[in-house]
């Protein structure tokens, strides 16, 4: 079974930077592409950036410059540097596959609270 643990998440003010972390259990990370994904109240869950296997990233138009992901497979742990936060970067952040037709069991998320 696999797990997904998130971490890192807080209340920051705008123009904070914070760095999640998301540790995975019981699977073949290293072979996977991963994505941080994002959801604010009343929302849909968005794709906000992911990484392939071998570490090619892509991110959505509104974190570009702000963000960035990285993975380091001999941990397991997929990262996501958040630097500029803004407001409107105010959610539930988690982790997953890059495509979620094979989505893992989401696990609970960290939340990210951008306020002064």
């Known amino acids: 079974q696999v797990q997904l643990v998130e971490s890192g998440g807080g209340l920051v003010q705008p123009g904070g930077s914070l760095r999640l972390s998301c540790v995975v259990s019981g699977s073949i990370f290293s072979l996977k592409a991963m994505g941080w994904y994002r959801q604010a109240p009343g929302k849909q869950r968005e794709l906000v950036a992911a990484?392939?296997?071998?570490?090619?990233?892509d991110y959505t138009d509104s974190v570009k410059g702000r963000f960035t992901i990285s993975r380091d497979n001999a941990k397991n742990t997929v990262y996501l540097q958040m630097n500029s936060l803004k407001p409107e970067d105010t959610a539930v952040y988690y982790c997953?596959?890059?495509?979620?037709?094979?989505?893992?069991?989401w696990g609970q998320g960290t939340q990210v609270t951008v306020s002064s």
């Open positions: 990484v392939t296997s071998d570490g090619n990233t």
């Open positions: 997953n596959v890059r495509y979620l037709t094979y989505a893992w069991p």
